[in-house]
Structure formats: structure tokens, C-alpha cells
């Protein structure tokens, strides 16, 4: 698939997803814009993982279709993900303990290798993604030293040196501490300036903090779509659990 300059919009349109006794996704739509931030919500269960999974490639949808810049997309791995510019960081962090932070992103853009891997091309491409988007990372430390917070830092870095100009973070505060969150949430703002971002989470006042947007899913279904701004947290919540 061709390599985008930028990302102006992601339509997701009528998805459906089946498991054996399940219906995951139920006639899903949703679109993103350029530079939004869009908070994906809902119970444990609403579908939400399974509908980005969907976006990645990771699963393929019983029905629907997703568009990017109003071109329908196909998507069988992640890897046609990462070329049209779509990343996310998953709840459970991918790196490997026994290696580098350095190690763990040449694995990651091990696609892009030749027979050998170039780590100082590597190194410095962590260097630039790292000053351009405030996410100060050590190339040189193990994994297994870092905090969870830190760790994160990596899993992002790693993201965007793969090329994402689309982010989709599921639950990426549900580790955190309050001092991580927090610094998180005015990272993430900032990187908006330049990407789009899905954040998936059931914390509201993040949800408040973050997006321009609100979708709500339940048992499958998008039950509502809304700005942010014009919901209170506890008007969420009653929206998200119907009562």
C-alpha cells in the first residue's frame, strides 16, 4: 500500500465482527479527523479492543469497511497498518526485558532491514522522534530497568519511528501513576497538533482532558457520539452503563 504524507480523515463504516456465541462489533461507524482526539468509552466487554484490532489488522471485519482520505482500505497485518501511517500501543506493552531500548525498536522496524540492521540509522532516528515530540527515552538502558511509565515512552517512540501519523492508544493510563497520567495527557495534547489519536479508556476525567470527541460503545454498539466539551464526566458515565 502506498505511503501517505498525512492522514486527513479515518471513516470506519458499518463493521460487524462475529466470535462463536459473541457479536463483538455491531454495525459500527465512526470517523476521525485531522489534529482530533477522539475517546473511544465503554464497559469492559463493549467491543472497543476488538473494533481497533479491527483497524489494525490484527482481526478482519465480518462486514463494513474502513476509509482513509475517503479511499477504502484493506488491511490483512498490521504491517498494512503501519504503511498507510496507523500505530497503536497495546494495553500490554511488546518488548522484549533482556534487550534495549535501542534492540526493542530495531526489532520493531525490522521490516524496513535489508540482511543487516543499521542500529546507528536506528539510534538516530530515536534521537529525532524523541526531541520532536518530547519523549526522552534511553536507547542504551534494558527494558527491564525501565518503569512502566517509562516503558510506555518506548512502546511511542517505537510508534512513531515506525512512521504513524494516526495513534490509537488503548487504556495507556491504566498502569500509570498520577504524576505519569498527567504528563501523558499534556504529551498526548501536544502530539495532537501534528497526529490523530483514539484513546481508548474508561477513565473520565482523562477522557475530559484529552478529547475533542466521545463515542460510546455497548455490548457492541455505538450508543452515542458527542463532543466532549459539552458532556459532563457523570453525563458519560450515565451513558456509558444506560442508567
Known amino acids: 500500500m502506498p505511503e501517505l504524507k498525512e492522514i486527513n480523515e479515518l471513516r470506519i463504516e458499518h463493521i460487524t465482527k462475529r466470535f462463536p456465541g459473541v457479536l463483538a462489533c455491531d454495525d459500527i461507524s465512526l470517523t476521525i479527523g485531522k489534529h482530533e482526539v477522539l475517546a473511544l468509552v465503554g464497559e469492559n466487554g463493549a467491543g472497543k479492543t476488538t473494533l481497533m484490532n479491527i483497524v489494525m489488522g490484527l482481526y478482519q471485519s465480518d462486514e463494513g469497511a474502513i476509509y482513509i482520505n475517503g479511499e477504502k482500505v484493506s488491511f490483512k497485518s498490521p504491517n498494512d497498518a503501519f504503511a498507510c501511517g496507523i500505530g497503536m500501543v497495546h ?31 536506528v539510534r538516530e532516528k530515536i ?22 511509565g517509562e516503558q510506555q515512552r518506548v512502546e511511542l517512540v517505537k510508534t512513531l519511528c515506525l512512521g504513524a501519523k494516526f495513534l490509537i492508544l488503548d487504556e495507556p493510563t491504566s498502569a500509570l501513576t498520577p504524576q505519569e497520567t498527567d504528563e501523558l495527557i499534556v504529551l498526548l495534547k501536544n502530539m ?52
Open 91 to 121: 494495553q500490554q506493552y511488546m518488548l522484549v526485558p533482556n534487550m534495549t531500548v535501542l534492540e526493542n525498536i530495531a526489532l520493531g522496524m525490522k521490516s524496513t532491514w535489508g540482511f543487516t540492521v543499521d542500529l546507528k540509522s
Open 127 to 148: 534521537t529525532d522522534v524523541s526531541s520532536h515530540y518530547g519523549l526522552s527515552v534511553d536507547p542504551d538502558a534494558f527494558v527491564w530497568q525501565l518503569s512502566v
Open 192 to 243: 495532537s497538533k501534528e497526529l490523530s489519536i483514539i484513546f481508548i479508556s474508561h477513565k473520565l476525567n482523562e477522557v475530559k482532558a484529552l478529547s475533542d470527541k466521545v463515542s460510546i460503545l455497548r455490548h457492541g454498539k455505538v450508543v452515542f457520539n458527542g463532543k466532549t466539551e459539552d458532556y459532563t464526566p457523570s453525563q458519560i458515565a450515565a451513558l456509558m452503563t444506560g442508567h
